[in-house]
């Protein structure tokens, strides 16, 4: 599965965003989805997961509460809703799928970025405080 990332850009602190990710193959709602960020300096963190299904979700604790995943199987898309955005947001914002079988078969979601197997470019994000 191939993937793209957009909706990234500047915004400012408290502001909400949406982040989009299209996907193209015949594989997409086979896939556990992802969503990861890399501050300038930092390690790829992940930032929310969400099972083939649509069903389970997982968010880093920096996001929960304030971010939503979300996925359309029909359109092969992915997005993330950020609200409240803080400084501490600001980071190149990557799309994820691991499509391993075995997450179709428990329809699970997964939070270790080394599982993943199709990564897309990045979108950046900046946050203004």
């Known amino acids: 599965v191939q993937l793209q990332a957009s909706g990234g850009g500047l915004v400012q602190s408290g502001d909400s965003l949406t982040l989009s990710c299209a996907a193209s193959g015949r594989t997409f709602s086979l896939c556990a989805m992802g969503w990861f960020r890399e501050a300038p300096g930092a390690q790829r963190e992940f930032v929310a997961g969400?099972?083939?299904?649509?069903?389970?979700?997982k968010y880093a604790d920096s996001v929960e509460g304030r971010s939503t995943i979300s996925r359309d199987n029909t359109m092969n898309t992915l997005s993330l809703q950020m609200n409240d955005v803080k400084p501490e947001d600001t980071a190149v914002y990557f799309c994820?799928?691991?499509?391993?079988?075995?997450?179709?078969?428990?329809?699970?979601?997964?939070?270790?970025?080394?599982?993943?197997?199709?990564w897309g470019r990045g979108t950046l994000v900046t946050v203004s405080s």
């Open positions: 994820a799928a691991d499509c391993h079988l075995e997450r179709y078969y428990s329809d699970s979601y997964n939070s270790n970025p080394t599982d993943y197997d199709n």
């Open positions: 969400v099972s083939p299904s649509g069903s389970k979700l």
